[in-house]
């Protein structure tokens, strides 16, 4: 593994290397809002229509239409960024939209995913924007009853199912992050929570409360698990990069605290290309839809970039603390033999 002087040494111009891509392409755009709103659009109602033959026709339509709902959210999440469109109005005309398909409030979660970029592998700001974890030390400081409940909130059941129902019907219904300049943000997230019940209410009087819940329901719960699944494996693979601030560097949190998710070219397409996160993490300017040509024109970029396939990314689960001395994430097995070590 390269250390970080040499990968600060061979990308200390990376900003040229990017800058060519990350201008707005209108006609890749729309074709990315086509195969995205369209597919979505028609396979719900192929979804409704499936409610009179069996509801197990109904539920894996529900998991297809899941990866469609997630390329929707990114096009919201790159006009959050203002990349996605050359206008700021049009980013934010399409980003609204877009997060009534999400349920995901567009302003306000634009506002923290913004920050997470920016403070993105900082141990003093772990818990803005990213799925927080404990370090070795913090975890060692806890009473019993704590360290219980840590181990309940990093078990993959928690994690990966009840945590993203918490994160899209609670977490984002109201602005957990309290910042004064983000005033203006709150008072969207409170005008989308109104305008996304009343289309819900609208909907489920129109086709019936049972039919629309039987059909949207279980398409926004697996879109929670595959979106709330990419972040994780994003930024919490072994060797991550977590600092302290006076020893955090940008470049290295792009290109080691996020990984490549290397998945066939049809998943990168099913999930908008953000398996390319270390390429978005160096500029979030890079619309989706510009990060594989990125990837595949600049191979210094994925030279020290920590790769995942879908098999590798299953051990990820595993990683419960940052071991600040090793610089690595580690299990709890891990730890426990290591206190034992420590205490023999």
Known sequence: MANHNEIKAALKNWASIIKPYKKANTKKAILQMSTSYLPFI???????????????????????????????????HDCGH????????????????????????????????????????????????????????????LPKWRRFFYRLFRHPLVMFIVIPIYYLAIGNRYHGVRISEWKSSHISLHLNNLLLAGLFVGLGFLLGWSNFLMVHLPIVFFFGVIAFWFFYVQHQHETTYMQWNENWDYLLAAIRGA?????????????????????????????????PKCAKENPLLQKYVFELTFIDSLKTMFNKLWDEQQQRMISFKEFYEMERMRLA
């Open 259 to 291: 990984t490549f998710y290397k998945l066939p070219k049809f998943f990168h397409w099913l999930t908008g290309n953000i398996g390319y996160h270390h390429i978005h993490h160096l500029s979030h300017r890079i619309p989706s839809y510009n990060l």
């Open 82 to 141: 203002q990349s996605f469109f050359k206008s700021k109005k049009i980013n934010n005309v399409v980003g609204w939209a877009s997060s009534f398909f999400s349920t995901i409030p567009y302003d306000y979660w634009a506002r923290v995913h913004s920050f997470h970029h920016g403070h993105t592998g900082q141990l003093e700001h772990r818990d803005i924007g990213d799925i927080n974890f404990l370090t070795v030390e913090e975890f060692r400081a």
């Open 42 to 76: 028609g396979l719900w109602v192929l979804m409704y229509l499936s409610l009179s033959w069996s509801y197990w026709i109904t539920l894996p339509l529900a998991l297809i239409n899941a990866f469609f709902l997630v390329r929707i959210f990114i096009i919201q």
